[in-house]
């Protein structure tokens, strides 16, 4: 046990740097380095306490970063069937396809397209007035496709009854359900994106 415990006297941050390259050679992703680093430290932490050892020789701080995920990008054949995903039959079938259609063919971020009103939609020009970052307004044109999709959706809003009082191309289900006082929320989009992500 003596020796055991002169072994760990001699323990510094040298030899500890030594062992997390040999966890990595050995294939263990750095999300699992990172949490053995986080119990050998807690060790060496009672170790301390305990008087076992003098001082830690790993640093309070976080000595090592975790990847980032890189996010995934779909391919041209995989935007289209996600765009083509909804079933356009019902109401929400057909908003979920036009809010992914102009997604696609505009590349707009979702803090503008949650902010569209009826007002900035043109389409006999096929195009949309959109606030950028920074308040900057900013033009974007859409396709024939694009624009065949949303002649489609704003017809079936039309029929609802509720058209002449609507003010944001998507708005909220129900009233009051977001800060944009009655659009869409930028969740439900993100919610309404991952719905039809999935099965690709």
Partial sequence: MASQIDELTKLDRTAIRKYLA???????????????LSTLRTFLGWLVTTKV????????????????????????????RLVQAPQTYSPLGMRDRSLLELIYATGMRVSELVDLK???????????RCMGKGSKERIVMIGSEAKEVLCNYLSIKRKEGNFENMQYLF?????????????????????????YVSPI
């Fill in 22 to 36: 040999w966890l990595i050679d050995l294939g263990y992703v750095r999300a699992s380095v990172a949490r053995k």
């Fill in 53 to 80: 050892i003098e001082g830690n020789p790993l640093p309070a701080r976080r000595v090592m970063k975790t990847d980032k995920k890189l996010p995934r990008f779909l391919s041209e054949s995989e935007a289209l």
């Fill in 118 to 128: 009826l007002n900035d939609i043109d389409l006999n020009s096929q195009r949309i």
């Fill in 171 to 195: 708005p909220a289900l129900r009233s009051g359900a977001n800060k944009k006082k009655g659009a869409i929320s930028q969740r439900t989009v993100f919610n309404i994106v991952k719905k």
